[in-house]
């Protein structure tokens, strides 16, 4: 079975403070996918990255950055000098890679981390 | 811009009505998923078709739901009769899977479901 923790339920930092948002996965698969979508106040869901387990590559998009490490099961997010803007629910997935049979690709979600910026 | 599409966006009804709700994929997408999010149980899935073909529904109440996936440009997930349990927001997503791999699936707005 798949699993992800979000063990950080809300988090508050003060403008232009950095912030990462933990995610720790179980699977028994070794191939699978890693997630993030950010969910604002207005209630869909937004894609944010897709890494693949093969991948440990960590990955930088302007001020937000990824940090996949198979070693502990973390795939954590960071988001540098946060903005207002960035106040959301985010949300860490896992799918696996199996390509066939019920339930294949399907993601399962962290119940999520509650990001407030405060100006 | 490409999106998926759910109608309606709110809908408050009365228990033991029908309630469907819609969705509009991806154009080129071949899957779709419908979640269910809450606040004691987050994000679950209910159902997932690929290529219209249902795959897993095993998420999904058996009484009372039912998914279909009349043609590739429409999804409905209908709740028959609806309980006030069933109140949530229902998320459609459609992702394109490859044999190498799925891509990110893409989500709707959501449908704010209320049962009273």
């Known amino acids: 079975a798949q699993k992800v923790t979000q063990a950080q339920t809300e988090i508050s930092v003060v403008e232009k403070e950095d912030v990462t948002l933990d995610c720790v996965y179980e699977?028994?698969?070794?191939?699978?996918?890693l997630f993030w979508y950010k969910q604002p106040p207005s209630g869909e869901l937004v894609f944010l990255i897709r890494r693949n387990s093969f991948d440990e590559q960590n990955e930088i998009s302007g001020r937000y950055s990824w940090n996949f490490q198979k070693s502990t099961s973390s795939f954590n997010f960071t988001i540098t000098a946060s903005q207002v803007v960035d106040s959301a629910v985010y949300f860490c997935a896992l799918s696996d890679a199996r390509g066939s049979g019920a339930g294949s690709y399907q993601l399962t979600f962290g119940k999520g981390t509650k990001l407030s910026v405060i100006p | 811009d490409a999106r998926v599409t759910q109608t309606p966006r709110h809908k408050v009804t009365e228990m033991g009505q029908e309630v469907t709700m819609r969705c509009q994929p991806i154009l080129g997408h071949n899957t779709v998923f419908w979640y269910r999010q809450t606040m004691m149980q987050g994000l679950e899935l209910l159902a997932y078709?690929?290529?219209?073909?249902?795959?897993?529904d095993s998420g999904m109440p058996k009484d009372r739901f039912s998914a279909e996936m009349p043609d590739a440009t429409l999804a409905t997930l209908k709740i028959q009769p609806s309980e006030p349990r069933d109140s949530a927001v229902y998320f459609c997503?459609?992702?394109?899977?490859?044999?190498?791999?799925?891509?990110?699936?893409?989500f709707g707005q959501g449908t704010r479901l209320t049962v009273v």
């Open positions: 078709f690929r290529n219209r073909a249902p795959l897993d």
């Open positions: 699977t028994r698969d070794t191939t699978y996918y």
């Open positions: 997503a459609s992702g394109w899977l490859v044999s190498t791999g799925n891509t990110e699936a893409f």
